[in-house]
């Protein structure tokens, strides 16, 4: 069973940046794609941004598109989210799997925008 493990999070100011990690152990781990989701309270669990894994190809969601980066470390077995310009908006928990996703999510990890 693979297990995903996110950080990074944290609480910072509106227009600073925060870059998110997501390492993932245990089986074999051979996704086609990786994605970031969030969940902001009272709200549903949405998409952020995806990668391939072997390609390299990357997707976002209009509200992050030219904000965020999404990146990942085959070797490392490792994605990472670089969020700039952050908004209140973007305040969440996030998480990080497979996408499309799978059942298994981790822990998440908190980001929290000030105004």
């Known amino acids: 069973q693979v297990q995903l493990v996110e950080s990074g999070g944290g609480l910072v100011q509106a227009g600073g940046s925060l870059r998110l990690s997501c390492a993932a152990s245990?089986?074999?781990?051979?996704?086609?794609?990786m994605g970031w989701f969030r969940q902001a309270p009272g709200k549903e669990r949405e998409f952020v941004a995806a990668?391939?894994?072997?390609?390299?190809?990357?997707a976002y969601a209009d509200s992050v598109k030219g904000r965020f980066t999404i990146s990942r470390d085959s070797a490392k077995v490792t994605v990472y989210l670089q969020m700039d310009s952050l908004k209140p908006e973007d305040t969440a928990v996030y998480y990080c799997?497979?996408?499309?996703?799978?059942?298994?999510w981790g822990q998440g990890t908190q980001v929290t925008v000030s105004s």
């Open positions: 799997n497979s996408h499309p996703p799978s059942a298994a």
């Open positions: 245990g089986r074999t781990f051979n996704p086609a794609n």
């Open positions: 990668i391939g894994w072997t390609s390299g190809r990357t």
